[in-house]
C-alpha cells in the first residue's frame, strides 16, 4: 500500500475533532477510511468493502502469535485506535478481547467509524493503570500505544515490563509497535523488556519508522519455521506476512 499515493487521492473528511490541542480527522476515500490524529501520518487504515481484513504490515506483525500460540487465548490489547486488531480476531471464537484506551473521543470513534464490536471488553483507562490494577491474566499482551505520533516515554522503562510480567501467565507473548528516537532509546527498552522476558525478536519495515518487538519468556519460533506454518494458515488474511516474517531478527 502507498501510503503517499493515497493521500493525494481524492478524499472526504467524514468526521473532525480538536482533542487537547490535537486535531483528529476521519478521513475516507471510496476504497478506504482511516484516521489522523495529532499530526498526518494514516492510522488504522481501513478497507471499506473488507473491513476485517489487515492491511498494514505492521498490523499483520501484531498477530504473528496465531502462528505458534494455540487457543484458549485471553488477549490484552493496549491501544484501541481504529480497532483494527479488534475487527480483525473477532471472527475467532478461542480468543477473548480486552482492549484498554484512555481517550473515549477515541473509542466513540471506533464504535461510530470502525465497526467495533461489541464483544469486546472494553475499558477507558490509562494503559499504566489499567496493568497496575487488573487482576486479570493474560497469555497474549499487544501494545499499540502512541502519543500523537510518538511512542509514550514508559515504553521505554523497566517500570512497564515489571508490571507487565505481573499480568501474564508463563507462556505469554508481548508484541509491541514502537518509535524509538534513537538507537539509545531502543536499546532502554529492549535492557528493559529481557529483565522480565528473554527472548526477543524484532521486526523492521522498509516504509516506515516504526519497530516491532516481540518477547516473550520461553523460546520464539525461527523465521522459517513461521514461514512454513503461514502456507498452511487460513483464519486471516496475512498477505503481507511472509515479506514481515523474513524482516524478523531473532536478538535474544
Not at 26 to 31: L, P
Not at 81 to 90: P, T, V
Not at 159 to 179: E, H, T
Amino acid at each position: 500500500m502507498d501510503l503517499d499515493k493515497l493521500r493525494n487521492e481524492k478524499h472526504c473528511i467524514i468526521a473532525h475533532k480538536i482533542i487537547e490541542g490535537k486535531s483528529l480527522t476521519i478521513k475516507e476515500t471510496a476504497q478506504y477510511r482511516w484516521f489522523e490524529y495529532g499530526g498526518n501520518s494514516i492510522q488504522s487504515l481501513m478497507s471499506l468493502s473488507k473491513p476485517e481484513q489487515l492491511i498494514s504490515p505492521i498490523y499483520q506483525s501484531l498477530l504473528l502469535f496465531l502462528l505458534w500460540v494455540k487457543g484458549p487465548i485471553n488477549l490484552l490489547n493496549l491501544g484501541l485506535g481504529g480497532a483494527s486488531i479488534e475487527r480483525a480476531l473477532s471472527g475467532l471464537p478461542e480468543i477473548k478481547l480486552t482492549a484498554v484506551e484512555s481517550s473515549p473521543y477515541i473509542i466513540e470513534m471506533a464504535k461510530r467509524h470502525f465497526h467495533l464490536s461489541e464483544n469486546v471488553e472494553l475499558y477507558c483507562q490509562n494503559a499504566e493503570q489499567y496493568i497496575r490494577d487488573t487482576k486479570s491474566k493474560y497469555n497474549i499482551v499487544l501494545c499499540d500505544l502512541f502519543i500523537a505520533e510518538k511512542s509514550p516515554e514508559f515504553l521505554f522503562s523497566h517500570n512497564f515490563y515489571f508490571d507487565i510480567a505481573k499480568i501474564v501467565n508463563k507462556k505469554a507473548v508481548i508484541i509491541l509497535n514502537i518509535q524509538a528516537d534513537n538507537e539509545q532509546q531502543l536499546m532502554h527498552a529492549l535492557l528493559a523488556i529481557k529483565e522480565q522476558f528473554p527472548h526477543i525478536a524484532l521486526i523492521e519495515f522498509d516504509d516506515f519508522v516504526n519497530i516491532v518487538l516481540i518477547c516473550s519468556s520461553y523460546k520464539i519460533p525461527e523465521p522459517n519455521v513461521l514461514q512454513n506454518r503461514l502456507k498452511c494458515y487460513r483464519d486471516i488474511n496475512f498477505n503481507c506476512l511472509n515479506d514481515v516474517i523474513k524482516k524478523m531478527r531473532i536478538i535474544a
